[in-house]
């Protein structure tokens, strides 16, 4: 794999992170061990990973600690607590692989503090006071939950460091995209989507697969911002590859290059240019060597380079966009230059009257005809979307009930879903 320059503040920050990454690994396994770690809940917990976890070949290993759980809690032998214990640490080895971000461990355990009558502080639903209540006054109680605070906050502590450590990332490539979204998105934005990318490349790094943490960290900060970029700028929505091709090619199709062969050719000669100026710039003639023998990356194709054209022609232009400054040093925007056409008061209320009354007649009328469409349904697809959206219940009841799974009930209840659109006259 070929790495650019590094410094050697890089090169510690790369180290500090991939031994962060390795003890957050650890922390994982310990979290979920912490969980697993009270047979009477056993049952349960492996209940709520098979609804939110594909168990895969683990369902007879999973099983078979509910079953050293319930052998323990009866007998209370030492030789049963040593091998659940053992289980126990297996499965939590395997959960912490399938959970890296520890979403399903962090919901089991709001759980079973709910259940457990604890009360959950603000901000972190940890931090602060804790009680314990009647099923949680045992030593062993206050032993377990110790042990989970601790599994919980030694995770969410390694992962907030990874962060910490690799914020000059986030930095750095967003002020390359600053002066492509000026307009759209301000500078703390851009950023704020880049340390959500980044909280989530801590969460699903792993270092034992050999790439640095600044390489795969940098593809979530990029789909972040493109992505919250897309959202705020254009109706049509397209990949991150396509917005990316839009990228490199917005400065030459602003210019007016419409023809994908040269654009196509536009961007070989960028790279080649790119590539001559690292070789003069290279500090040793090692490393200008190992440029000259890397080939040059071949520019996206004709038809990319279409489709990303294609999006940037679809782009809406936001009435917030910044157009420079002002005389007097302001930011100036698209609506700063408008024509003031604001109706006066009268007129305001009068039209949101207006457009609250009609709004209110055809919402009548379309739950008129949605009433009408339920009741012609069959009598089991009728009782699932009065279960659905009249009681509230969740996939997961509904599919213990009727004997099948949550994905296959999804399915059946978007077909359902798509026949009552077609017969009210909605448009997905």
């Avoid at 990973?49 to 007879?60: A, F, K, P, Y």
């Avoid at 959500?196 to 790439?211: H, I, K, Q, V």
């Avoid at 038809?303 to 040093?329: F, N, P, Q, V």
């Avoid at 609250?356 to 009728?382: H, S």
């Amino acid at each position: 794999m070929t790495r650019g320059k590094t410094t050697p503040r890089g090169e510690a920050i790369a180290v500090r992170t991939r031994v962060l990454a390795q003890s957050l690994g650890q922390a994982r396994v310990d979290y979920w061990a912490a969980l697993l770690a009270r047979p009477q809940l056993a049952a349960p917990i492996v209940h709520a990973v098979r609804l939110d976890v594909e168990t895969g070949g683990w369902e007879r290993r999973l099983g078979r600690l509910v079953a050293h759980a319930r052998t323990l809690v009866q007998t209370r032998r030492r030789g049963d607590e040593i091998r659940y214990h053992k289980a126990c640490r297996r499965a939590a080895e395997w959960l912490a692989q399938q959970d890296r971000g520890c979403d399903v461990a962090n919901g089991i355990t709001n759980a079973i503090a709910l259940w457990a009558g604890r009360r959950l502080p603000g901000e972190h639903r940890w931090a602060g006071h804790r009680l314990y209540p009647a099923r949680t006054q045992s030593q062993r109680g206050r032993k377990y939950w110790h042990a989970v605070d601790q599994g919980r906050h030694g995770r969410e502590r390694l992962r907030n460091e990874i962060v910490t450590v690799n914020e000059g990332l986030v930095i750095t490539l967003c002020n390359r995209w600053i002066p492509w979204a000026e307009g759209h998105l301000s500078r703390e934005d851009i950023q704020q989507a880049g340390r959500e990318g980044l909280f989530r490349a801590a969460d699903l790094f792993e270092p034992e697969r050999g790439f640095r943490f600044s390489t795969y960290a940098g593809q979530w900060i990029r789909h972040r911002v493109f992505r919250l970029h897309q959202e705020g700028r254009s109706d049509v929505k397209a990949p991150t590859g396509v917005q990316m091709v839009a990228l490199a090619i917005s400065d030459l199709a602003e210019r007016g290059e419409r023809d994908p062969a040269t654009l196509r050719a536009a961007l070989r000669r960028r790279a080649t240019e790119k590539r001559e100026a690292a070789i003069r710039l290279a500090r040793t003639p090692a490393a200008a060597a190992k440029l000259r023998a890397a080939r040059v990356k071949e520019p996206p194709t004709e038809d990319a380079i279409a489709s990303a054209l294609e999006y940037l022609a679809s782009r809406t232009i936001s009435m917030d966009a910044r157009l420079g400054r002002s005389e007097e040093g302001r930011p100036q925007t698209l609506a700063d230059l408008l024509p003031d056409a604001s109706p006066l008061a009268d007129e305001v209320i009068d039209l949101q009257r207006l457009e609250e009354r009609l709004a209110a007649v055809d919402q009548e009328r379309v739950t008129a005809r949605l009433l009408q469409a339920v009741a012609g349904l069959d009598p089991r697809d009728r009782d699932l979307v009065r279960a659905r959206y009249y009681r509230g219940r969740t996939l997961h009841s509904l599919a213990g009930e009727r004997g099948t799974s949550a994905r296959d009930l999804e399915r059946h209840e978007q077909t359902i879903l798509d026949r009552l659109r077609a017969d009210v006259g909605i448009t997905a």
